[in-house]
C-alpha cells in the first residue's frame, strides 16, 4: 500500500496521515494488519484465501489524498502453525475439535459444545521449531458473526519453552505484534471470564 501523489505531479502530496490496512477472512470480519507508516504500509499476509481488504481512516484527512497502489503479492505457501501441536483444556462439540482452529481454513472452527469455557481455560500451541513472525492474529466467533465469541482473552507466548509471559487481552479478535528478532516456541490463548455462551475459534494464525 502506498499513497501520495507522485514526484512526478504537482501540487499537495496526497499522503494518508492516519489509517490502516484491514483484511477479512469471511467477508464478515475485518481485523487490522497494521497501520499506515509515512502514508505507506508493507506486511505480510496470512496463509489464507482472504474475501476483502481495505484501507481504513483512522481520523479525518487534511486534505485531498491520492494512493498509488494497493496491491496484494506473495502469500506464503505454508502457514506458520503447520505441523504445530495444539492442546485444550476444553471439550468440544462434534467434530468441532481444537485442531480446526489451526488448520488453516476460515471455514472450519473449533467449538466449545455444551460446557461453557471457564476462567483460566486455555488453547495452547507448541513449535516443532522456534518460529519468527511479525504478529499473531486470533479470529474467534461463529461464522454468521453474531455469536460464540471469546469476549474476553489474553495472549501469552513463551520464548523458552517452559516460561510463559503475557502480550496483551483482547476482546473478538486479535492482531498481536511480537517482538522483532525474538522467535516463539509456543502461544496461548487464554478465557479471561467465564462465557455466558458456547465459543468458537475460527483461526489462530502468524503472519
Not at 42 to 62: D, M, Q, V, W, Y
Request: net charge positive.
Amino acid at each position: 500500500m502506498k499513497t501520495g501523489k507522485p514526484k512526478s505531479v504537482a501540487g499537495a502530496k496526497g499522503v494518508v496521515e492516519a489509517g490502516r490496512v484491514e483484511i477479512s477472512l469471511d467477508g464478515i470480519t475485518w481485523i487490522s494488519l497494521g497501520a499506515l507508516v509515512n502514508g505507506e504500509f508493507s506486511g505480510e499476509l496470512p496463509a489464507l484465501p482472504i474475501r476483502g481488504a481495505r484501507l481504513f481512516f483512522t481520523r479525518p484527512s487534511a486534505g485531498v489524498v491520492a494512493i498509488q497502489q494497493f496491491a496484494l503479492f506473495g502469500i506464503p505457501a505454508r502457514p506458520a502453525t503447520a505441523g504445530c501441536k495444539v492442546r485444550t483444556n476444553l471439550k468440544h462439540h462434534g467434530d468441532y475439535a481444537i485442531e480446526k482452529a489451526v488448520d488453516s481454513d476460515i471455514g472450519s472452527f473449533y467449538w466449545s459444545g455444551y460446557s461453557y469455557p471457564q476462567k483460566g481455560d486455555f488453547v495452547e500451541l507448541t513449535f516443532e521449531e522456534p518460529v519468527q513472525k511479525q504478529k499473531i492474529i486470533v479470529v474467534t466467533g461463529h461464522p454468521d458473526g453474531r455469536r460464540d465469541f471469546v469476549e474476553e482473552g489474553s495472549i501469552h507466548v513463551t520464548y523458552d519453552g517452559s516460561t510463559w509471559e503475557k502480550l496483551q487481552t483482547f476482546k473478538r479478535q486479535a492482531v498481536v505484534p511480537l517482538v522483532a528478532n525474538k522467535p516463539i516456541r509456543g502461544l496461548k490463548l487464554v478465557n479471561e471470564q467465564t462465557a455466558k455462551c458456547w465459543v468458537a475459534i475460527r483461526e489462530i494464525l502468524l503472519a
